[in-house]
């Protein structure tokens, strides 16, 4: 089936450091000329997001993300709950997250975005869904939203935006499909990083205290995925759904020496789910973005299954 989609909807999971993976998945999608009209993103998939809605291509994006080093991406991290105990608000501090958000994004307001772009986070004093941007609220910068949408508790504090508090929207949508089911679309691609519900092995664990945490919020986050994908599915009057998953260790959340990886991984994903749902694309070039050599095969752990193509019947929303 050869699928020529005029609105082509691009939605971005979270998944921390593993959410460079969909940074390969816009180049493959530039290379077959798949070019998203409407962005909608949650968590680390939200500053992917924003990049992309702010007009940067896979060249622009690429040097930015990659430009920061190790030790400055670790000197986010404080530690602070193993010095304050539990009396600590989070283990990262808000505003150096700020700060690097305001120097990665070259527009810092959702008026300044060539594309519309859906960003979504949790309201910590009601629990409900909030989107901030297109259809949604844009009474704060994009910067706020992104950082809201980061909020993960205990890795950092609640951020207030118009008296209210904001936490991670990965806590209620970790892959917002059904936000996305609002949108008009022909097609939608969603790229899923997010965690998984088996258990990591021992060297990833870290702190009993974080590694209970990351295993209550990993179990309840696979599942709620997993029921977005099968409502798509089961939906008839929702747009056909590709879903690339890239083949990437899904415990590499803060893995920040991996981007290459991940961006390869998300790149041959990409390609590979195209062209099981079309058919009609042009091949991968050999080798993928930000591939060496020895990395072709996929670290052990990921998920099975590959790319999938879902699909509802026609075009349009929900």
């Known amino acids: 089936m050869t699928i020529q989609p005029q609105r082509v909807v691009l939605v971005l999971s979270g998944g921390g450091m593993k959410a460079m993976a969909q940074v390969g998945v816009l180049r493959a999608l530039e290379e077959v000329d798949l070019r998203p009209a409407e962005i909608v993103a949650t968590s680390a998939g939200a500053l992917m997001g924003a990049l992309i809605a702010a007009g940067q291509s896979y060249t622009q994006i690429v040097p930015r993300l990659l430009g920061l080093g190790h030790r400055e991406l670790r000197a986010l991290i404080r530690l602070s709950v193993l010095v304050h105990g539990l009396g600590s608000r989070s283990v990262m501090k808000p505003e150096p997250v700020r700060d690097l958000l305001a120097a990665l994004l ?43 949408s980061m909020a993960l508790p205990v ?49 990833h664990r870290g702190p009993p205290l974080l590694a209970a945490h990351d295993r209550a919020l990993a179990i309840m986050m696979a599942a709620q995925r997993r029921g977005a994908v099968e409502a798509w599915a089961a939906a008839p009057d929702r747009a056909p759904l590709i879903l690339v998953e890239p083949q990437l260790d899904p415990h590499g959340t803060f893995a920040f020496d991996r981007a290459d990886e991940f961006i390869g991984a998300g790149y041959r994903a990409a390609h590979a789910a195209l062209a099981a749902h079309a058919g009609a ?27 999938r193509a879902l699909g509802g019947g026609g075009g349009g929303g929900r």
Do not use: K, M, N
């Not at 307001?109 to 629990?127: C, K």
């Not at 991670?168 to 965690?195: E, F, I, K, S, T």
């Not at 042009?282 to 590959?306: K, Q």
């Open 106 to 148: 070259p527009v810092h307001e959702f008026d300044e975005l060539r594309l519309p772009l859906r960003v979504t986070a949790v309201d910590a004093d009601t629990g409900a869904l909030v989107v901030f941007g297109a259809g949604g609220r844009s009474d704060c910068s994009l910067v706020d939203a992104v950082l809201a």
């Open 155 to 203: 890795y950092l504090p609640p951020i207030l935006i118009g008296g209210h508090r904001y936490v991670d929207g990965g806590l209620l949508q970790v892959l917002p499909l059904d936000v996305a089911a609002a949108v008009p679309a022909d097609l939608v691609v969603a790229v899923d990083v997010g965690p998984v519900a088996a258990s990591p092995p021992a060297g």
């Open 281 to 307: 694309w042009p091949e991968a070039p050999a080798g993928g973005a930000g591939e060496r050599p020895g990395e072709t095969d996929s670290p052990p752990g990921r998920r099975a299954g590959g790319p």
